[in-house]
Structures are given as C-alpha cells and as structure tokens.
C-alpha cells in the first residue's frame, strides 16, 4: 500500500515537527517506500506542513562541480545529495544559495534573507552562512532515511570550535553563474578529503540519550530529529574534552564525558 500526502503529513505532525519554525531535511527517498505520486507528493507534504515556516534542503555540488573549471550554475548545476533537493531546488518560489561547494534551497519565510550572501562565505559551513543561521534559528534537522553521518551542521559546529584539519588551508577560485547570468569570482576553502563526517555516528546514542536528537518514522523510513542548539551545545563540550572526537573510528568512550549536560 502506498504512502499518500495526508499520510505523510500526518507523520509530520506526529513527529511534532514545528510548522511555523524552521526545519532543514537531509533525505533519502527510496528510504521512505511506495508514496503515490512519488517524490513530488513527499515534496508536496514538507511544503504544505511547512507553509508558514521556512523549508530547506542542502543542494551541495561538492560533488558534482568539474574540478577543471569550477563552475558553479546556480540555475543548472545539479546537486549532489539525491533526488528530493534535486527536485525542489527547481519549484517555484525555493530559492537557492550561491554558494559553490554547500549551498541551499529554501522555501517559505524569509528565505531570501536565510540565503542571503552565502557566496561571500569562504568555507563550506562559515557561522555566517545558512548552516550557521540554523543555529540562530535553533532550526529542527531532519535526516530522513539516513544517519548522523548525512549532518553537514555537524561539520559546521566543528569549522567554528575551529577543529583542525577540516578545511583546506588555500581557497580554490570558483566561478559562480547567478541566476541573472553573471559570473562572479568566489574564493572558497573546500572539506579536506579525510572524510570525517564517517565517525559523526559514534554520538548517536549518547546525542539520544541527552535529549538532543530523538527517532520517529516517516512512511517506512526511520528518522532522526535533532535541535540545532542543543545539539552544538552538546557537541562543544565533547570537541572541549575531545577535539579529535569525529578524526577516526576509535570507540565512544562514554566515561570521559560524565560531566557533558
């Protein structure tokens, strides 16, 4: 049996989304099953629930822009993150960030303002930028159908507890064609290619336990709902103890964190 839009709706308001705040999803569609209508309906769903708060989907090209060129078309330049932000970049009314490696897409309130001069950022995740303003906002982040390892504000919360080695030293020069067709020259540090969103996992149980991040269900797919302040506050009192937390694989040791509130 197939998933329709007031199901999915229905799961939305069960997991107690806030309709009028801000909510940032991380996706994978083929997690959720058989919805009538396809991604459109689930698209559909996110922007009715959230027509009076603000909607956004990572549109991250990372992995998409040619290393050759680096150009980034913030009309044209596919996203790399799967098929729902792929699909809602180009709805009508979502507005996309001109960010070359990390951007965004928005829909609802103030998006203008939440993409706003994301290109003048030259890190993936500056404070500044819209994974940034999440925080400000103490926006709901979903991952539906995935795991911690899909958070790129877990990244961000590292880049400003300035981490080391998560980004690159030197900027690379991107080119960046504006919707109006511009080209604009945008110097951005890029990830290091060391992968350390792998081990973002290893807090999962304890961000649960704190109160940080709970699970639900969203059609057949498990879903992870996290609080952005909550979890940056808790995330930071780890990095303190720990700064190499997230740098390899090595066991959560629980014990070294009791006094982590």
Known sequence: MAYTRQDLLNALKELNINPKGTLLVHSSMKSIG????????????????????LLVLPTHTWGTIDMNTLRFDVNETKCCVGILPELFRKRPGVIRSWHPSHSVAALGKDAAEFVADNELCDTPCARTSPWGKLLDRDAQIMLLGVDLTRNTFIHGVEEWADIPGRVEDMPQKFVVITPDGREISVPSKRHTPNHWSEYFGKVDEFLEEKGVMRKGKFGDATVRICQAALMTEILNQLLAINPVLFSNNDPFERERYTDVK
Do not use: H, R, W
């Open 34 to 53: 058989e919805v009538e209508g396809g991604a459109d309906t689930v698209l559909d769903a996110f922007s009715e629930y959230m027509k009076e708060g």
